[in-house]
């Protein structure tokens, strides 16, 4: 699957139709992959498309490392799409500005079983995220590699240890997530691999008034998780990065898809299908509900 | 003078003579409004809110309900205008918004909800202000002290 996407990515840059393709490339380790940023056509050989391709390349569109001027070519999986959808719908770059190298995908291998060597693709290796993908074909591309695929039915409920937990006392509730959270280090790994975390500032850097404690502490993780979590409401696009991102396998994913149910629930709402629509959080109905204000 | 006041639980602070600390983050035009006309109009009511201004609901960061708690709340009650009436015309609206999902993952954590509480109050409905407060206190008199947050702040 390689050679369609190695073709065009070398014709979109002998025709400077773009400045820079983002893409994937070999890893340092066999069976790994990593992002590549290439500028000349003689590169496009690196590009590789396998079941290691796992990041969220739209990441790079927000850091000023490694954007360049003009347009850029950007291989995207199903979920990588939704969030440059994100992307343009907050402003941070234009529809025109990218050539989006769609990927058709089957599911990338889960952190485990990229560690533990695995190289088939079944559903014991694939990423949770995998198993529930709808997008298993971009909701939109300006080339396909591979064969439009619909995406399988979920084989269980996407939801199915969120309502677990919802099922759950308050206590413990509370308990579970202290527990999960006592292991943060406040590395902000999550942060950094986030495409939709961009902001300059992130309101954890501003000390002076502290809003959200830095030292790896009950109560500032508590703060930290919750508020990230909160501030990609309507935002997340379940790419899961952050969860893979994370030292200490704090099952970061249970707090975006509550809230990516919560808002489908409430609004109506899923984040990245449509670039046009307007967020969930940035506008508002007269007639929505309020059944919890007196 | 405090009536009808049912004390629950043996908690340490309890026998301490424990009081409910609940902050009140209100907008200026309504609210805050409102509150002033209970004050004006002589209206009794419970001592244990602390009132915080704020221009707007919309300006309220859910963050803010956080640092309460973090700061020794035992319950924070947000309070605004009426759907229609907001003075900056729409930011009573992203508060709905914002507050109808931020209050479900509060939740999901294990905070119990009734010591986040909403409302609306008009400049016009002094009564209903007292009558908020007083409820709102009597909850969070009944639930006892932020037991959760005051461990994680050792």
């Known amino acids: ?294 | 003078m405090d009536s009808g006041l049912t004390l629950e639980g043996s908690s340490e602070e309890r026998a301490k003579g424990w009081e409910p600390k609940i902050t009140a983050f209100v907008c200026n035009w309504c609210t805050y409004a409102g509150a002033d006309l209970a004050g004006t109009s002589r209206l009794r009511y419970r001592p244990q809110v602390r009132v915080i201004k704020l221009p707007c609901t919309g300006r309220i960061d859910p963050l803010f309900i956080l640092k309460a708690f973090e700061r020794g709340s035992d319950g924070v009650l947000v309070s605004g205008c009426h759907p229609g009436d907001c003075h900056y015309t729409s930011g009573n609206y992203h508060a709905r918004r914002r507050f109808g999902t931020f209050r479900k993952l509060l939740e999901f954590l294990g905070i119990d909800l009734r010591r986040v509480q909403f409302s609306w109050v008009s400049a016009a409905e002094g009564a209903k202000w007292a009558q908020v407060v007083d409820e709102v206190t009597q909850k969070i008199w009944e639930l006892g002290p932020f037991e959760g947050y005051r461990r994680i702040s050792d």
């Not at chain 1, 009950?218 to 309507?234: D, E, K, P, S």
């Open chain 1, 1 to 294: 699957m390689s050679q369609p996407l190695q073709d065009k990515a070398r014709e979109l840059l002998e025709k400077k139709e773009v400045a820079q393709v983002i893409g994937y490339g070999e890893g340092t380790r066999a069976g790994r992959a990593r992002p590549i940023f290439i500028t000349s056509p003689q590169e496009a050989s690196q590009l590789i498309w396998t079941l290691a391709c796992v990041n969220n390349l739209a990441v790079y569109l927000t850091r000023k490392e490694t954007r360049v001027p003009g347009r850029v070519g950007i291989v995207a999986k199903g979920c990588d799409v939704r969030a440059l959808f994100v992307l343009i719908q907050e402003k941070q770059i234009r529809r025109e500005e990218l050539f989006i190298i769609g990927l058709s995908c089957p599911g990338v291998l889960s952190k485990k079983a990229m560690a533990e060597g695995k190289q088939e693709l079944t559903e014991e290796t694939k990423a949770d995220k995998c198993k529930i993908c709808l997008v298993h074909t971009p909701v939109e591309y300006d080339f396909l590699v591979g064969e439009k695929v619909d995406s399988p039915e979920p084989p269980s409920d996407p939801y199915e240890k969120i309502k677990e937990l919802e099922s759950r006392s308050p206590e413990e509730r509370w308990e579970y997530w202290q527990e999960e959270l006592s292991r943060c280090i406040k590395c902000y790994a999550c942060r950094q691999a986030c495409p939709l975390c961009y902001c300059n500032r992130c309101i954890t850097e501003k000390s002076i008034p502290q809003w959200i404690e830095k030292s790896p502490h009950a109560r500032g993780n508590l703060a930290w998780n919750l508020m990230r979590a909160f501030h990609l409401t309507g935002r997340c696009i379940g790419c899961g990065e952050c969860e893979r991102a994370c030292p200490m396998e704090i099952p970061l994913m249970l707090l975006n898809q509550k809230m990516a149910k919560e808002v489908k629930e409430q609004f109506g709402y899923v984040a990245g299908m449509d670039f046009r629509a307007e967020p969930a959080l940035a506008t508002f109905d007269p007639k929505d509900h309020e059944d919890f204000i007196r």
